[in-house]
């Protein structure tokens, strides 16, 4: 294969906080090339041939789901990845565990009324907005679009090759989006048992504010997304989330960062 006519693949990863970005951008050497709508600070680095741009959202799912339209415009990625911090939902997790996503859902989405029907204070009994049943949004009330995105498992698979590379341990987990921080061990139990799919047996997930938003704007825009990522804090156990610790949380993701960069540039 005459190796000048492969096509070298663009990625966008997107993060919300400077601290979260900040070890990614000092081991790509990436240099600030403008501000998005005057807003989103848009980086770009090369990493092996491969053109990486990494965009700052800033911190809510308002803000992930403008900047990474946007970006997406600007770059036109072949891959968009998330790359942050995110909180241990799950009894198991621990601080500083790498995720694998295998799906995002919309995890504040919420009907605060028992399975009867009736009312009720306790968020354990409350459900899902999104679903199949009358009451519920379904994929008609939105326009054909899903709730729920599953991560193809070529990236799944890819994800587990690199980290296994890199003798890295990783958590297959789905991830949450929303604006909502949630401590209780019955809500974070409901939340299991109504918003995961029902037919997997894996039944863990992780809290991250901006993901399910970049999933649908890489939805409608047909860009493959997946995301790099680590506990911060067991959420479940109510474990305090140290902001300062986030930037050494972020420095042991770098390498498994570049090796996802150099795998995609070796499968295009």
């Known amino acids: 294969m005459n190796k000048s006519n492969v096509k070298t693949p663009k990625i966008l990863f997107v993060g919300a906080m400077e601290t979260e970005l900040r070890p990614l951008l000092k081991g790509l050497k990436a240099t600030q ?105 379904n994929s008609n009330n939105l326009g054909g679009l899903p709730y729920y995105f599953p991560v193809d498992k070529k990236y799944i698979d890819l994800s587990q090759k690199a980290l296994k590379e890199l003798s890295i341990n990783a958590v297959n987990c789905y991830v949450g989006g929303g604006n909502m921080w949630a401590f209780d061990q019955e809500f974070l139990n409901n939340m299991e048992e109504v918003m995961l799919p029902k037919d997997s047996k894996n039944r863990r997930f992780v809290s991250d504010m901006e993901s399910y938003s970049i999933a649908h704007a890489c939805y409608v825009t047909e860009k493959p997304f997946f995301g790099c990522y680590a506990v911060a804090s067991n959420d479940y156990a109510d474990e305090p989330y140290n902001p300062n610790r986030v930037p050494e949380q972020m420095e042991r993701l770098v390498p498994y960062a570049l090796r996802l960069i150099e795998t995609l540039g070796e499968t295009e």
């Not at 995110?86 to 790498?98: F, L, P």
């Open 33 to 137: 090339i403008k501000k998005l709508l005057n807003v989103f600070p848009l980086y770009i680095a090369t990493h092996k041939s491969v053109d990486v741009s990494i965009i700052e959202t800033f911190v809510g799912e308002t803000n992930a789901s403008v900047a990474t339209l946007e970006a997406i415009k600007e770059i036109n990625p072949d891959f968009v990845i998330k790359y942050g911090c995110v909180g241990g939902s799950y009894a198991e997790s621990r601080n500083g565990d790498v995720i694998i996503p295998i799906g995002f859902f919309h995890r504040t989405s919420w009907i605060t009324r028992t399975k009867e029907g009736k009312p009720t204070k306790d968020s354990s009994l409350w459900q899902s907005v999104f679903g199949e049943l009358p009451h519920q949004v």
